[in-house]
């Protein structure tokens, strides 16, 4: 079973930027879809970015189109997540994981334990 593990969260002031780091315990970025998800208080998680299994195709949720930026390091079994301009509402705790199904929010690898992010002054 791959693990995943979280990082590079913290507390940043709005307007301010973060990288989150996901390193995986095994070579796995050329299999699959890689996503970011974020889960805020109270809330469901959510997909917000991903990256295809060849690294050329990207997306975002509306939420963080322009300010958020995914990418990958495939020798270093290690995924990115580079945040700017952060807004109190990206405030949540990020996860990554591998997609199964967009629609039905399935994913291939047991959760990691996340990174949290807290935007606030």
């Known amino acids: 079973q791959v693990q995943l593990v979280e990082s590079g969260g913290g507390l940043v002031q709005p307007g301010g930027s973060l990288r989150l780091s996901c390193a995986a315990s095994g070579s796995i970025f050329r299999l699959y879809t890689m996503g970011w998800y974020r889960q805020a208080p109270g809330k469901e998680r959510k997909l917000v970015a991903h990256?295809?299994?060849?690294?050329?195709?990207?997306n975002y949720a509306d939420s963080v189109e322009g300010r958020f930026t995914i990418s990958r390091d495939v020798a270093q079994n290690t995924m990115y997540l580079q945040m700017e301009s952060l807004k109190p509402e990206d405030t949540a705790v990020y996860y990554c994981n591998a997609i199964r199904s967009f629609q039905a929010g399935a994913t291939y690898f047991n959760w990691g334990q996340g990174t949290q992010v807290t935007v606030s002054s």
């Open positions: 990256i295809s299994s060849d690294g050329l195709r990207t």
